[in-house]
């Protein structure tokens, strides 16, 4: 008996198998059909999902939207120096008929924010029919004049008012009695640093002024209605105009030993009964000074110099000069 190779194992082991699919029109029929079905159970699904949601919506809209009871009744708006309730119905556009779900709050902030007498908004709904307006105001510190750049050296309606962060807006005419207190910083144009509405100013001659008055401020914090004006006069000085005439001037630092100079010199003037014209500040000895109907300013006299002259307004000079120099 002869011996098997192994080619005839080799063959058992590679069976080729054919697969063969048949499709015939009754099948692909059934095919479609299953299709359909599928589909409508998934149009079915989305029908309930829909009718849900809409009957969701008509409850929503039939409890809240299209109650009379939530129809709007009540604008609060705290107490500010901006906007009244009338004003403000003006500025938002508010229906006053209309439901309070009706209105989008966060829109409603925006759009205060968008003016610039205000800092920060915020608007609340209140059930049953209450719109709760809270704003804060900016409240300003000096007036900004700049003629080059349209902003004339007046405080009228809508005029440039700065507040202490050194925003600069349009005066509202609410805030217009309160500002008509506040001192004008008289600017000169500056193509670099120009000034705008509603931007943050950082023209240089600004931060000096306000340093002066910030200085004043705490000097003399119950007469800031005095001042008038504050300018620069150069690179190193500071003007400051009164109300009721005289200009001083200032240097850019030693602010306190020059106030203390200047309030006992106004001082001084109003009890002898005459009116400083003009009085610099910057010498700490022999402050000049100009007197209102003098024809020739008399020159800087030193406390321990002896008057010229037995007039009366030679002697109320020197008894100024006297008191300023006592330091």
Same mark, same amino acid.
């Given at each position: 008996?002869?011996?098997? $190779? ?161 925003? $600069? ?159």
């Amino acid at each position: 008996m002869g011996k098997r $190779t192994s080619r005839a194992r080799h063959h058992r082991h590679h069976v080729k198998v054919l697969k063969s699919e048949v499709m015939s029109p009754r099948i692909a029929w059934f095919n479609l059909l299953n299709s359909l079905k599928l589909l409508a159970k998934f149009a079915i699904i989305i029908g309930i999902l829909l009718s849900i949601a809409y009957g969701v919506r008509e409850a929503i809209e039939h409890t809240f939207h299209r109650n009379s009871d939530f129809r709007l009744q009540v604008i609060n708006l705290n107490t500010n120096d901006v906007l009244d309730e009338t004003k403000l119905v003006e500025q938002l556009k508010i229906d006053l008929t209309a439901n309070i779900f009706d209105f989008d709050v966060d829109h409603l902030q925006q759009e205060l924010l968008k003016i610039p007498a205000i800092s920060s908004a915020k608007v609340e709904r209140e059930l049953p029919g209450t719109l709760v307006f809270k704003i804060i105001t900016r409240k300003p510190v000096a007036w900004i004049a700049c003629e080059n750049e349209g902003f004339p050296a007046s405080r009228v309606q809508s005029g440039l008012l700065v507040d202490h962060t050194g925003f $600069t807006y349009p005066c509202p005419s609410l805030q217009l009695k309160g500002a008509s207190e506040i001192p004008i910083f008289v600017l000169t144009s500056d193509p670099e640093h120009p000034v705008c509405v509603a931007k943050i100013i950082e023209h240089p001659e600004y931060r000096h002024c306000m340093h002066l008055l910030k200085a004043f401020s705490s000097t003399y914090p119950e007469d800031i209605s005095m001042i008038e004006s504050i300018s620069q006069k150069n690179e190193w000085s500071l003007n400051l105009k009164t109300r009721s005439g005289t200009e001083a001037t200032f240097g850019l630092g030693s602010h306190d030993r020059q106030l203390d100079y200047f309030g006992r010199a106004l001082h001084h003037a109003q009890k002898k009964g005459y009116q400083i014209a003009t009085i610099n500040l910057i010498p700490k000895r022999n402050v000049p000074i100009t007197i209102h109907g003098d024809e020739k300013p008399p020159r800087a006299i030193p406390v321990t110099e002896k008057p010229q002259s037995n007039d009366k307004e030679s002697r109320r000079v020197n008894d100024l000069r006297s008191l300023l120099n006592r330091n």
